[in-house]
């Protein structure tokens, strides 16, 4: 859980709402909100970044730490599912240029002034992101070997 | 031939890319490195990865929640409970799920032995990185399996399995410690202990192996938190950041244990924290046989069908401290049985993320000095 305060900080100055582990903002206000923590609340440890997808956004999640008051707070952002575009975040915590590659590689979700925005998992000239929902579990593809064994494929 | 000097002739031969790996065996796995060099220094290092990756967070969107815990043992192929131990507390946080004392002292247990099982790998291969300066390397890579294979024996009679020993399940423990086995855990810890000094003496106790290691691929306090290294190459920089003592789980909260640091952020400083890691390791294996609390490992009901537990719509992030660093699961549920998304905040790949900040301006030979001492797991890193 986050330390209540960091986020009716973040409710004051930015439009933050609650969630489980942090605050969800808009998309434009991600930039000067991580600036925000890393600067002024001490958050200069980066943890981790992930991707979720929902039924009508890509869900960017920043989670970053503050090591003095051992604080982890959980920033999201949505963007829409026909361009997903978003911020790179990797000029404010350097350990985001490869969650956001992966994000990339794996959701298809493009990040602005990114440093080097490149496949990182997948191979340079695989077809699709594999993690969308829309993207099947026996997608075929090159060497693939194909077996009539795929126990729960069907699902 | 004649007496006169040699000349020694400089040509600049401009940029040569040269790839290491993914077929080298001091890049520890499937890395590949594209080294950019003038000469013999170091301009540019960019890393390959993904030649493991087997899609283990897709998979997860497929099965079902009990299923689950066998499948992340394979990430960290070097510590594979401390994969099922993040990921059962994820789910236990989640879906509120009772562990009884004793389990989470079982599973502390043996998330000690397999860090010292981990950190003998990671020194026995430092020294075949670090090959002629000591000895060939072979020598000290042979000692340290020699202490290791007795821990995988040890495991092997507790659990049945040498490695993968699918120890945790959610809501509680698979195997039990009896007491000639807690007796044989004693005598095996103070054995291992025995055998530091030796494996200090022929490592970090050698004036070649300082050379090749003080000073070279330093991290700074401020790109360590930047670029979120973690675990003891963070605690080389000089941050006192360990989730045994920051966010207790298991046991972890009553055991008493030191934190090691180092400040110098150099290769060296990264030996010696994992080092002095191995007597901790091995002082709380002691501590946890002593102190064992009585009861049952497992509370849950025994389950009709695994596929059918469901957890409830949420979110939630819970990690350990791996040999290698903070291993986290970020789960998010729709109620279903099944995940709906699921990131592992894998250590390895964010320490490896480190390699292009801290190569340039180094020389070749220092490359694999500085990769054996970040300790990546290419599993862990590609998932």
Redesign the interface.
Known sequence: MPAPEIVAALQTRFSATP???GVELPSSELLTALRALRDAHGY?????G?G??SATSFEI?H?VRN?VS?D?I?VKVSVGKDAPEVDSAAFV???A??QEREIWD?FGVTFRAHPDLR?????DDYPGH??RKS?A?DTPWGYRPQTSETP?AA? | MSGGPIEIVERDFGELALNMGPQHPSTHGVLRLVLHLSGETVIKAIPVIGYLHRGVEKLSEHLAYDQLAPVYERDDYLAPTANSNAYVLAVERLGAIEVPRRAKWLRAFVSEWQRVSSHLVWLGTLGLDLGGALGGGTTLYMYCFREREKILDFLEELTGTRYHTNFNLVGGARYDLDASLAAKSDALAASVEAALPELWAMSGGNPIFEERTRGVGVISKDLALGVGVTGPTLRASGIAHDIRKDAPYDAYGELSFDVVTRTAGDAEARFQVRMDELGVSLKLVKQIAAGLPKGPIFTRKPLKNPKATKLPKGEVYAAVESPRGELGFHIVSDGTAKPYRLKINAPSFKNLQIVPHILPGGLVADVVAILGSLDPVLGDVDR
């Open positions: 969630t489980a582990l200069r440890y980066y943890v981790t992930t979720a997808e999640v989670a090591l051992n982890t959980f915590y350097a350990g240029e490869w794996l496949r990182i998992l997948m191979p594999p993690l993207f579990m729960e699902s």
